[in-house]
């Protein structure tokens, strides 16, 4: 396991987020992006989630609501990761996917895009 401070880890989210291109960050509508050193108990291995209502399941329902939520985990990425090298492409990878989960794409898909 790498040892990175939250800080330095958070500067690594934010990272990720301005590397994605603005025609897609543009799209991107009332989602909020959160570090949390630990996942749910029941998941520990868990690296990101989405929760929130994909951009392709919003009618004209929508409004009102709070943002999305991206939370990505700390720990567990430090836990696979051997270099500050993985931790980068790690935290881009799942940045990635979560953000890909917004827009309605699902996990069967982001594996074959190599985003599993």
């Not at 108990?41 to 951009?55: H, T, V």
């Amino acid at each position: 396991m790498i040892e990175m401070s939250r800080a330095a880890f958070e500067g690594l989210v934010a990272q990720a987020l301005d590397e994605v291109p603005e025609e897609l960050a543009g799209l991107i509508d009332n989602v909020a992006v959160f570090v949390e050193d630990e996942p749910p108990a029941g998941d520990p291995e868990l690296l990101g989630i989405y929760e929130g209502i994909p951009l392709t399941e919003r009618g004209h329902y929508y409004g009102g609501v709070l943002p999305d939520r991206i939370t990505i985990y700390r720990n567990p990425t430090l836990k696979i990761c051997e270099t500050v090298d993985d931790v980068v492409e790690e935290v881009h990878i799942t940045v990635v996917h979560e953000i890909a989960h917004h827009f309605g794409i699902d996990d069967a898909r982001l594996h074959e895009l190599g985003y599993g």
